[in-house]
Each structure stands twice: as structure tokens, then as C-alpha cells.
């Protein structure tokens, strides 16, 4: 306040220097001046107005500038506070545990209570310099790293968010291997099984699989989960596996009892190529569910029996059906094999030794393909009169 006084008695001595040439302000005293001292103020008079208009910029500016940044946080925290919460996590890594300088595919996540995130999600290393990003599409994205050390990482995922996604992010640890060779022992490099699943002609991902050799133990088995595009990779690195170059099995199992999946799937048995790393590629095959139709659950029905089914919406190649009946001791018996589309398998007698019990058991319909073999959920049924087939005996239901 006091310099800008002092400036408004200098415009006031500038007036008096053009009206009343010998009065001048000094500090609080009017005064009678001398020539000298008008002359030395009418000469920096210019120069004095442009350091006062400079120092009021500068006043405003820095008065401005506080009060936008107060602003702006002030704004920045309420927006935060409207924002969505998002949850990023990384969904899988391929493959699991890689080898050094092989590129590896991160398939990550961003989930929200409302709307779906969009944006670029970037995957860092902790302690390391490699990285890399990729867009989401559908909440889904994936990008490919390289480390050229071993060891195990640290790979963190950071969604940036967007116009209504708050940020956020995740992490998953990745391993990374040396492969090298000693004398007299060759080691070999891992042997890559792969393939893909589909949903009903679509990809689907996070379905869990399992793989075995023939012949093996529960300690060889393997499991995997399927990425974005419904691929699967399982990493064998075990040299006494290998080696001795056994039959390969991928192997579905349903655990959450999904009805719109089949029970159970499996390929059939299959041997690698001889090149080295060994690579075994799995042709794809559906998961679509095989729906019963009649008998209904827990139905008592005499001979004939009409059996009904919903042949699945995509078929694999060469695929059929047979209709199968199991007792409580796991005594099977089985009907024609019949080609897609059909839908429907009458029972007009049975050919069997008296051992299966047909009071208690259930009755599912198989599905075989060029690739494998699956089949429907199991469903109750009692059989009441029975008609027995002339001839031979046996387990197997006669058309």
C-alpha cells in the first residue's frame, strides 16, 4: 500500500512539474524544488510509470496464478470424487515361465461398476527399464515384452483413466529363464503345447484347461487358463518329459458346472514334431454345450424310450452323437452313433447279461469330433419295462 502511494504522489509531481514547476512531494512535506531535481523527474518519469505498470502486472499474475492452482486443486479433487472407480489387473501372461529373449504376450483388464474404461493401459517392470502399452478394447488389451535377464519380475499394469474412470492398477509376477546347454547334458529347450477354444464360433477367455503326456502321473499335469482370443499355451520344461516323447492330452473340466458348456472335453491323444524346441499345436475345438431335452430329470419311462438332444449351435468336424447309460457301479450301456444334426435316438430293447442295474442310473449324450471327444451334463432316469433284443448279450442299446 505504501509504494503505491508513493507512486500516485510521483503522478501527482509529475502535474505539478507541467502547473506549478517548483512544488515537488518528498516523502510527507510539499517542498519547492530545485530546476535539477524537476529536470531528473520529468527525465525518468517513463521509465518509473513502466517499472510501477510491470510491478502490477507482476502483483496480478502472481495473484492470478495462486488463486487458478487453488482453483484447480480444488476442482481436481471434486472431479476425482465424481469420477468412477476402475479395477486393473493383469489377466494372464504368455508364456508362463518364458525364456530369455522370447517375446511374451500381457493380457490385461479394467473393469468398472459403470461403463466400460477406454484408453491405453501401460505395463512397466519394477527395477527394470523395458515396457510396453496397448489400447483396450471392451475393458480388454495386451501388449508384448522382452527381457533379455533372468529372474523374476514384477509386471505392473497402470490404466491412466479417462473422461469419467478414475486410474488404477495391478501387478502379477512373471518368471524368466536362462536355457543353456552343459556337457554331457543337452538341456532342452521347453517344449510348447498350444491351441485355441471357442464359445459357440466365438472366442472365449479365462476357461481353464489341463494337460497330461500318456503315460504319466498326477505330478505331470499341467494348467493353463485361455487369453483374450481363447488361446492356450502350456510351457513343458521338464527334460524327463520331454525326452521321451510321450502322447499329449488337453484335457476341460467345468469346474463352475457352466450348463452353457459342455461337462467335459478332451482331445485325443497326440505326438510332437521332432524339431527343437519341440511344438505341439492343438487344432481348435467348441465348448458349446450339448442340451438334453427328454427323458426329463428323474422321468421313469418303459420301453420305448424316445431319447431327445439339441445339437450344438457349431458343430466340429465330423461331428456325431450316441446317446449313453450308466449305473451307480459305472456298468455302461450305449446306443448308435448317429451324424450332426441329428437329434433324437429311440431305445426299443437292450442287449445285456443281467448285470446292469437300470433302476438307477443316468443317461448323457456323447460328442465326437476329428479333434476330440466330450459330452452333456448327466441327467436321472429309471428305466421300468424293459424289452430284451434277441440274440447276443451285451451292454449295447440296439436301435
Known sequence: ????????????????????????????????????????????????????????????????SAT?????????????????????IISSVVPEPSAVGQPITVTFMVTAMQATPTGVVTVTVEGEATSCNGPLTNGIGSCVLVFQNEGSFSLIASFGGDDIHQPSSGSALHIVRQFKAYLPVIYTLP????????????????????????????????????????????????????????LW????????????????????????????????????FDLGALQLASPKANARKDMPIDFTWKKRKTPGINETYQVWFVDNNGRIASGAVWPYPTE?????????????????????????????????????LTIGKTLTCPSSSGFMLQK
Not at 68 to 88: C, D, E, G, P, V
Not at 193 to 210: C, D, E, I, W, Y
Not at 262 to 276: I, K, M
Not at 344 to 370: A, H, P, S
Open 1 to 64: 500500500m505504501a509504494a503505491s502511494k508513493h507512486w500516485i504522489a510521483l503522478l501527482f509531481a509529475v502535474i505539478f512539474t507541467i502547473l506549478l514547476p517548483k512544488i515537488v512531494y518528498a516523502g510527507s512535506t510539499w517542498h519547492v524544488a530545485s530546476s535539477d531535481a524537476l529536470n531528473s523527474i520529468s527525465a525518468n518519469r517513463d521509465k518509473n510509470l513502466d517499472i510501477l505498470a510491470e510491478q502490477m502486472t507482476n502483483l496480478t499474475l502472481s495473484h492470478n
Open 68 to 88: 487458478t492452482a487453488r482453483r484447480a486443486s480444488t476442482a481436481n479433487s471434486a472431479l476425482t470424487t465424481l469420477l468412477i472407480s476402475t479395477t486393473t
Open 191 to 246: 517344449f510348447l503345447v498350444t491351441g485355441q477354444v471357442t464359445h459357440n464360433g466365438k472366442s472365449v477367455a479365462g476357461v481353464q484347461l489341463f494337460l497330461a503326456p500318456t503315460p504319466s502321473t498326477n505330478d505331470d499335469e499341467l494348467s493353463t487358463t485361455t487369453d483374450s482370443e481363447g488361446k492356450y499355451y502350456f510351457w513343458v520344461v521338464d527334460n524327463e518329459i520331454v525326452n521321451r516323447n510321450p
Open 249 to 284: 492330452q488337453v484335457t476341460f473340466r467345468n469346474p463352475t458346472r457352466n450348463s452353457d458348456f459342455l461337462d467335459f472335453w478332451e482331445t485325443f491323444h497326440l505326438q510332437a514334431s521332432e524339431p527343437t524346441p519341440k511344438i505341439l499345436t492343438i487344432p481348435t
Open 344 to 380: 433324437k435316438e429311440t431305445m426299443d430293447c437292450i442287449r445285456y447279461n443281467g448285470q446292469i442295474d437300470l433302476e438307477n442310473g443316468d443317461w448323457f449324450v456323447e460328442v465326437r469330433t476329428d479333434v476330440g471327444l466330450g459330452h452333456s451334463f448327466n441327467r436321472r
